[in-house]
Every structure is written in C-alpha cells, then in structure tokens.
C-alpha cells in the first residue's frame, strides 16, 4: 500500500471511529477520545494478524515460551504500536491534515500501572523483542486494577495517590471469559486412598476465578502478534459471599505490590504470586492436552521462564495438576516440570531473596506447601551422600521456618541466569555458588536488552531520522548495524546535526518541567540524569552530596568552578521505605535551596521530576547528557536504564557495575567516565570488616564540611531527615560505600565538567555511544535465551556487512 493510500485509510477510519463510538465531530472531541478512536483503529487493523499468528502457532506445533512475570511496564502503546505497524509517519501526516495536536492525542493515554522498575521493563521490551524477531512467545502476569502510586512531592515528601489507570479502560485489552480458570487457596489437605492409589482430599478453602484478559503484542513491520496475558481476580459465578469476602478476593489483582510490612500484606502477595503462576501453568496444560499432545510431550511444546522468584510457586504448581491431576509418578512430573521452567535471577541483595514464612505458606497453599516438603526432602537426600549433611542444608528449600524460593527456583529449574556477566559470576562465586558446584551446566549469563524501537525510533525520531540519513535505515531491524555510524565521528557537520538533536530535545524537556513544576531550566548547562528506583544501593545520596560539593564551593570560594549543570532526579521510593523517602525529601529541600539561590543558580539547577515512569523517560532519556549509574559495585544486577540513555547519546557517570562494565567496554574507556570502588575491594571490606566512614569523614575537610550541612541548618526543613542521612552515613558506617566513593566521585564529575566544554569532543564521545548501542537491544538477548534455553526458532540477526 502506498503512503498516500496508507494515510487515506487511516484518516477515514479515524474519523469513522470518532464519530461511530462517541457520536461527535472532530472539532467536538476531547483529546482522549481522540485517542481512543485512533487506538481502536489501530487495534482493528491488527486483529486479523493476531487470529492468524494464534492460528499458525497451533497448527504447526509451534514450540511456545510463556514469560510469567509479576510486573509488566509498558508504558504507553499507541505510539510504538503505530510505529510497529508502519504508521506512525502516517497518522502524524493524518492529524497534521486535520488541525489535530497529535502529541496532546497520545499523551491522553494513561502509562499501565502494571510494573514498576527494571523488572517489568524489561519484561515489556521482551514482549516488543519476540513478535519482532517472530518468535512464538507470550507473557503471562496480573492485570492490576491500580498501579504502584501516582507519586507527588508535597513540601518536598512523597506522597502516594491511587493509581487509577483503568478508570478509561483499557482500549487494547480483550477479556476472554471462556479462558478462565480457577485457583484455590487455603483449606486442609490429607491423602487418602483410592483406587487410583493415594491421592489428596482438600476440606475448605476458598475459590477464585482467574479471568483473562489479552492484550496483542504487534512485531515491527511483520505479519506477527504475540499475546500478553493478565488475569484479573473475581468471585467464581454461582459463589454467595459478602461484600467484604468479594473485596478481600478481588484484591488479589487489586494493585501492584501491596505494603508487605505486615502480616496481611505479605499474604496478599504470597497470594498474587500464586494466582497469575496457577492460572498460566493450568491454561497450558490445559490447551497443550487439547491440541492433542501428551504429557510427557510437554517441554518440547512449551518453555516456562520465571523472570527472578516471585512465580517460582509454578514448580509445585506444575507438580501438582502432573502428580495429582493427572496421575503421573513424582519422577515422571518432576522430569517434565524441570526440563519445562528456567529461571532468571535478578538480585545480588540477600535481603532480596524472596522467602516466606512457613506457616503462612502453609496455610495459604497447603497442597503446594505438602509439595515442595517432598521435594525438600528428595533434595536433601540425593545432596547429603556426596556432599555433606551440612551442604544439603545449606542449599534446601526449607530451611529456619522459611520457604527459600530461590532455592527453589535453582532445585526445579534445568536452566539458571544472571543478566549481566559480572552479576553471573557473582551468582556463580557468591549467591548461588552452592548451586553452581551442584550443577554447572545450569548457569548461564543473558545480558539484559532494550527495545530501540521505543526509546530511540519512537521517543527520538529527530535523532533517528539524522541517523537515517547517515547509515541507512537497515539498523532499525539488525541494531548493531548501528556501528556504521563510528565512520562519521570525524564529520563535524555531522556533529553539529548531532548537536542540534540534543539541544531540541533538552528544550522540550525544559518545556516541559517550565509546565507542569514552574522551573526554566538552562537548556545550555549539562543535563545530568539520575533516573530510576529510589534505594539507597543506587545511591542516589552520592549524586546529592556531589551537588552539595558544587554548591558550597560556589557560595564560599570566589575562584571556585562549576560546569553549568542541570541535575535531574526521577524515582519513587516504595511507601514502606522510609528511608528512601527522607533522602526524597532532603533532595527535594536542596532543589529548592539551590534553585532560589541568585548567587549560584546561574551555574546549578536541581529538579526533582515527580511521578517517574515509562513515558517521562521517553522525555528525559533523549534530553540527558550525562546517565549517573552510581550503585555500589556488585549490586545493581543489569541496569537497563543505562542502555537506553547510551543509545540516546547520553556519557556513562558510572561504577564499575552490572551491566556498567559491558557499556564502557563497547563504547571505549575514553568515551566515559568510570570510578569508584570495583567489586572486589568492596567485597574485600566485607571480609576483612576495615571500612570507617568515620574515619573517611575526619579526613576529608571538604566532605565533612558537605555532611555537617545536613545536620547544621545550611539546609532548611530537613532537620529530622538531614540527621537520618547524617546518622545513616556516619554512626551506621554507611551500608553502601557512599563516602568512600565520594573523593573519585567528585574527581570524576569535575573531569566530565571540564570535557564538556569541548561541545566537538564531547559528540564525539556520545557518537561513540550511540554507535555502541547496538548490541544491547532487546532482539539479540531474547534470541539468545531462544537459542540457548527455550530451543525455539526465530528469524536470524546476523549482522549485516558495514560498506
């Protein structure tokens, strides 16, 4: 179809939407009705390829992946899906014609409030990455009524509002009732008897309806559409309860993460981890049978991928329809069930690594519970005649009144990765590293991915478009195709287009914060970007203490410098973290001193930008000149923030950390700006129990004189919160490692300053970035969990030659 019969179409259809659903004229319609008649035209379009896609899948046997993951993070889709489809050029053409402001239509769909971080980013990316390389895949969560928090800053403290996303519904979701399933929980299990040999008898309990709903995940420029997934909770047809037995049943999928503080909470999420893994696990036995295949068939028809612990509860699970369903012997649906699920871990932090107490577990999920005794049991036993007693304590699933799911998830799974090469050795040397002796072959490392697509073609056209121009367009499809770019570093025109990008997109973040926060930024200072999950390992109060650094040596040395710099936060602390929230509320009380400040706000902005999620970083991401991945070496798993401001032309800030060290390897040493501690000279701090942030502090005059400010009045309104830092850093010797990357730290940032006065060198340097990018897109990380766990085909990604 050519371009001006594609925007012919998508014009009339629109306008026939517009007008069909809601019974008005263009110049009468809102924004979100502009919006929801353009998503319903673009779900339309692709409905006859999700039918066909779902067809094709069963009628050729397709081997399926199903991603079971407790957060998915998608964003907006209208955009990226009418980038997908090839229309984006032309439904911006189509609004042009018709006077429509196209950016306000798009930004009138709501972000889903189904993840929160780099989980369920990721997870997202990987449902862009499948349809797109055409691999049969689908992900499997829960649809959440209300997301994480609308997060809003109130005399500098967070404050957490419902996240009412559904409250418009959802254009792209279809709910599939005769899909449903049901999950029960609690009760009383004994075995008893029967012809058929022993089998359990449930007595009480309660009764949930999974219901689904699907939403299609569309491949870039190709005929195929994946599915996502979500199960919401609702009380089964026929059931009598009360209004309060109906609201504690339904808060299953009632809001991502809920407050674990507490008992309650914690059987909330116990119960949501086990409602979308039952539901998926018995929806596919459930077709694979009635495709027609056995049982025993079932790991070459299907893989399982738990993204990190929390749908580890699929093991038993998958055990139990097997064992108890069905009939099998318990080595029979073990071999099926291990040879079926692989696991990705996520997390280097003990405290992390998810477990339950026993007796909640128990009571929640007694037949599982019964389940995973026997496979404690069996694992002790095989382990103890090799390798001690002591070993096979070490590496059980039941261990000090708590259920180890990670342990579980290493014991019930053929295949074991980490997401970066430094978090795998650590998993091998340190978290795992029982497991690692016990079987090698299991372990792996799978370098997080991003999806380009979003975060460059769609979120950065003017800079995809100038690259267009440049290398082609074949990169869009074989991202490392994007390295032919490295033969332009020398072109100063082309460096100056490079330039004038950054420069467009700086400005229309600063529109946007002069908007909405009532601050006008220098579009001409540095733009330094720290955005992601507030934790004090990310270390955030690193970047704070900089700026402090910056802001004292201007208000008491005349001679001192500082590069024009634009500081830039993003993040929500979990509403149970309260520390996180009190170093919110001292960045936020520093903003505002700096900010009000004549005397220094010329040379130093800070903004604080509230309600982080995945359509403000398609603002931020293009406009930042510099990425802080500042956590503690030997922390952070991946990172994937990093990777999308990389390929935005943003230079590494960072430690030598996760997925860190690949990024300065790819883009080149010089082409950044490492410090700090590496992993082992923090881990040797661990061992030898050597570190003093007392005596760092006593020794670096202008360090102590940075953290007296928290505590000495300097700045106002944080007198509780400036001494919890204080105390957090000096009289608990500073759990992360802050103080004893500060000197570096400040080095370094001073260093980067004076670079990026050389506007020439330091394009060059982001140049080399971009072209670098490549290789950590999304495509080629879920090709290689394809490859080399789930075994399904995919279409090829080699690299084409450079000319």
Do not use: C
């Amino acid at each position: 179809m050519q371009q001006s019969d594609k925007v012919t179409m998508l014009k009339d259809s629109f306008l026939a939407e517009l007008e069909g659903t809601f019974a008005v004229s263009l110049a009468d319609a809102t924004d979100l009705q502009r919006y929801q008649a353009l998503a319903t035209v673009a779900k339309k379009l692709i409905a006859s390829k999700w039918r066909r896609t779902k067809e094709n899948y069963r009628d050729t046997g397709a081997k399926q992946v199903y991603y079971f993951s407790i957060e998915f993070l998608p964003g907006r889709y209208l955009r990226a899906n009418l980038l997908n489809l090839g229309l984006l050029t032309e439904a911006e053409e189509v609004m042009q014609d018709l006077g429509v402001d196209f950016n306000a239509l798009l930004e009138a769909e709501v972000d889903q409030g189904l993840g929160n971080g780099g989980l369920g980013r990721l997870a997202s990316d990987f449902m862009d990455a499948m349809p797109s390389i055409e691999l049969a895949g689908n992900g499997n969560g829960i649809r959440y009524r209300y997301g994480l928090f609308r997060q809003a800053f109130v005399n500098g403290y967070q404050v957490e509002y419902p996240d009412d996303w559904l409250k418009n519904d959802n254009i792209w979701e279809v709910r599939q009732d005769s899909e449903a399933q049901v999950v029960h929980y609690g009760g009383s299990v004994y075995m008893a008897e029967t012809p058929e040999g022993l089998r359990p008898v449930y007595q009480g309990g309660v009764d949930v309806l999974a219901v689904p709903y699907d939403t299609g995940m569309i491949g870039a420029n190709n005929d195929v559409v994946n599915t996502l997934r979500l199960w919401s909770a609702e009380v089964p047809e026929g059931v009598q309860v009360s209004v309060s037995e109906r609201s504690v049943l339904e808060s299953i999928s009632g809001e991502l993460y809920p407050d674990d503080s507490n008992e309650e909470g914690r059987r909330l999420r116990l119960r949501q981890e086990y409602f979308f893994s039952s539901a998926g696990v018995q929806n596919i036995i459930k077709h694979h049978l009635a495709d027609g295949y056995s049982l025993h068939s079932l790991p070459f028809q299907v893989a399982i991928h738990i993204n990190d612990t929390h749908p580890t509860v699929v093991i038993p699970e998958m055990m139990r329809i097997l064992l108890d369903e069905h009939g099998l012997s318990w080595e029979e649906a073990w071999g099926i069930t291990t040879r079926t699920v692989s696991y990705t871990n996520h997390t280097l932090l003990a405290e992390a690594l998810e477990r339950w107490s026993q007796g909640l577990f128990q009571a929640e999920l007694p037949r599982l519970f019964q389940l995973i005794q026997e496979i404690d049991r069996r694992h002790r036993l095989a382990v103890a005649s090799e390798h001690g007693e002591n070993f096979a304590w070490r590496t059980s699933p039941l261990q000090d009144g708590q259920v180890h799911m990670a342990r579980l998830a290493a014991i019930g799974s053929h295949a074991i990765n980490g997401v970066a090469p430094l978090h795998s050795e650590l998993l091998k040397d340190k978290v795992l590293h029982d497991f690692y002796t016990l079987w090698p072959e299991k372990f792996s490392n799978k370098t997080n991915g991003i999806t380009h697509r979003r975060y460059m073609h769609a979120a950065n056209e003017s800079l995809s478009a100038l690259i267009d121009t440049k290398i082609g367009e074949s990169w869009r499809s074989l991202p490392k195709d994007i390295t032919k770019l490295n033969k332009f570093a020398k072109d100063e025109d082309f460096l100056a287009e490079l330039q004038d990008v950054k420069h467009e997109n700086k400005v229309r973040l600063a529109e946007w914060v002069k908007r909405n926060m009532g601050l006008e930024l220098n579009t001409d200072a540095i733009f330094d970007v720290q955005i992601k999950r507030l934790h004090a390992y990310k270390r955030q109060l690193l970047h704070l203490l900089g700026i402090l650094t910056d802001y004292l040596a201007l208000k008491h040395d005349k001679n001192a410098y500082v590069a024009p710099r634009v500081h830039i936060f993003a993040a929500k602390a979990a509403p149970s973290y309260y520390y996180a929230k009190q170093i919110i509320k001292v960045i936020n009380e520093v903003a505002n001193m700096v900010n009000n400040d004549a005397a220094v706000n010329q040379k130093m902005q800070v903004v604080f930008i509230p309600n982080y999620g995945v359509s403000l970083a398609e603002l931020i991401i293009p406009a930042a000149d510099v990425s802080e991945q500042i956590s503690t070496a030997g922390k952070e798993a991946s990172g994937t923030s990093n990777m999308k401001l990389m390929a935005n032309g943003a230079l590494q800030l960072a430690t030598m950390d996760g997925a860190n060290i690949e990024i300065i390897r790819a883009a080149g040493e010089e082409n950044a700006y490492a410090f700090g501690m590496d992993t082992d000279t923090v881990y040797s701090h661990y061992e030898k129990h050597d570190y003093s942030a007392q005596g760092i502090y006593d020794n670096n005059p202008v360090l102590h004189r940075v953290l007296d400010a928290l505590i000495d009045g300097t700045i106002p309104n944080i007198e509780e919160e400036g001494r919890a830092v204080f105390d957090s850093l000096i009289r608990d010797n500073d759990e992360y490692f802050v103080l004893g990357d500060y000197a570096s730290y400040v080095a370094t940032q001073t260093r980067l300053g004076q670079d990026y006065q050389n506007k020439t060198a330091w394009t060059r340097k982001a140049l080399a970035n971009i072209a670098a990018s490549g290789e950590f897109s999304a495509d080629y990380t879920v090709a290689e969990y394809a490859d080399e766990i789930w075994n399904i085909p995919h279409k090829a990604l080699a690299q084409q030659e450079s000319k």
